[in-house]
């Protein structure tokens, strides 16, 4: 199953994840029962189960999202919401249309309705996470991973809107951090989400790897979870080790990945894609323009020299970057 997966509050009981995540074999190799050798338990969980210790500690880095050990030795985060300026509300929050979560007839369809919406702005919320993670208390992006977190969007299906299309069928209240760990606690059922993504997280860790980057640090959870239900689709964003850790601590570009946020925040809540474009290492906004069937991409403009960001007085840019410098300042962190 893809890593784009359903999840609903319901009931689960021990052996459900046991067969969900195909824990009746080792969680690493697949292997059953080894050489007669009986399988050994995790001691955190009590639920994966390894050949030896040399594929848990293999496994460790995927399975430490679904475990529930906390270890003694590290600092955990608290249950709460990341509480620093990165899980303030959207500034475009509060002009959001009436929900339309009442007229889907099925939670699949819902879902489906929601994917094509995150895939129109996948550049844009792939920003926004990677520079969300920089904000992460006690060491950015690195504590991103050490302390098992992940990323939240809270998002609403919008009515209402002049021009309806898959890139502004839906809006962004707010996005958040939290741990795993509170995570799989309030809500027992995404540990079947986790095993059913288990492939496709492996393969997209393999493809970060592949790239032979020693800067990789590993694969951050991004939710985007449906106002006011238990229902949500899940990807993973490749977090990497900055080139210039000191130059992310300065103010100065702490300033210019909160501008980032807001400018991609602001084309993403206007319907508007950011795509990247052949060459240079920034992205346009575009209008999706309907073609029989499918919507084409049109850019509203061919370069941003003279363009005006219109952020309706919500927010004003603290640094005064051009948005292409923006942009390529932000992604060569």
Not at 300 to 312: A, V
Not at 318 to 325: N, Y
């Amino acid at each position: 199953m893809a890593a784009d997966t359903l999840s609903s509050e319901s009931s689960i009981r021990q052996e459900d994840v046991v067969n969900a995540l195909g824990l009746n074999a080792c969680f690493y190799c697949d292997a059953r029962d080894p050489d007669g050798k009986k399988l050994r338990r995790c001691g955190g969980c009590s639920v994966a189960l390894y050949s030896d210790t040399d594929c848990q500690k293999a496994a460790w880095r995927e399975h430490k999202l679904v475990c529930r050990m906390q270890n003694p030795g590290e600092t955990v985060m608290s249950e709460t919401p990341f509480s620093g300026a990165m899980s303030s509300p959207s500034p475009w929050a509060h002009l959001q249309p009436p929900s339309r979560t009442a007229e889907f007839t099925s939670v699949m369809e819902l879902c489906a309705d929601l994917k094509e919406y995150r895939d129109m702005h996948d550049w844009a919320f792939a920003q926004i996470v990677a520079s969300a993670a920089h904000f992460v208390p006690g060491g950015g992006v690195e504590e991103a991973i050490r302390a098992n977190l992940f990323l939240n969007f809270t998002v609403i299906p919008v009515k209402g809107i002049s021009n309806p299309n898959p890139a502004n069928s839906w809006i962004v209240e707010q996005f958040t951090i939290h741990p795993v760990d509170a995570l799989l606690t309030a809500n027992p059922n995404l540990v079947r989400m986790w095993g059913d993504a288990r492939p496709e997280y492996r393969a997209m860790d393999q493809r970060h790897k592949a790239r032979n980057d020693p800067g990789y640090l590993g694969l951050f959870p991004v939710l985007y979870t449906v106002k006011n239900t238990n229902h949500s689709i899940t990807t993973y964003h490749g977090l990497y080790r900055p080139r210039n850790p000191d130059l992310v601590r300065q103010q100065s570009t702490q300033d210019a990945l909160m501008d980032m946020v807001r400018l991609c925040e602001t084309y993403i809540c206007q319907g508007f894609p950011l795509r990247r474009v052949e060459g240079p290492a920034y992205a346009l906004p575009g209008r999706m323009v309907r073609k029989k069937k499918t919507y084409k991409w049109t850019p509203l403009f061919n370069d941003w020299h003279g363009q005006r960001i219109d952020f309706g007085g919500l927010y004003t840019f603290k640094t005064k970057m051009c948005p292409s410098h923006l942009m390529e300042f932000c992604t060569s962190l």
